[in-house]
């Protein structure tokens, strides 16, 4: 199974940007669908971006539409979440999630999170 590891988090002014990155390691990177879920506190993990193996195909949660990209780069195993106009309500816990299938399951792999805090 791909290991994955997030890196970009911060504390950044709302208003502000912040990049993530997802990187991979250990099986063959193309052949996983990923994706970007957030946890706020005392709130379940939501899904925020998708993106296909390929990267042709992507997915946004309207709440994000507009402000947020999501991109990989399969040559450098990564994956990129770019975030601008931060708001509060963007606070939270940014984990990568990777699976071969089209459902992010039990079986899909996980990072171990980035923290990312917006003030106001």
């Known amino acids: 199974q791909v290991q994955l590891v997030e890196s970009g988090g911060g504390l950044v002014q709302a208003g502000g940007s912040l990049r993530l990155s997802c990187a991979a390691s250990g099986r063959a990177f193309e052949t996983y669908n990923v994706g970007w879920f957030r946890q706020a506190p005392g709130k379940e993990r939501e899904l925020v971006a998708t993106i296909t193996k390929s990267g042709t195909i992507t997915y946004m949660i309207d709440s994000v539409k507009g402000r947020f990209t999501i991109s990989r780069d399969n040559a450098k195993n990564t994956v990129y979440l770019e975030m601008n106009s931060l708001k509060p309500e963007d606070t939270g816990v940014y984990y990568c999630?990777?699976?071969?299938?089209?459902?992010?399951?039990?079986?899909?792999?996980w990072g171990q999170g980035t923290q990312v805090t917006v003030s106001s």
């Open positions: 999630s990777g699976t071969e299938s089209l459902l992010f399951g039990p079986d899909a792999a």
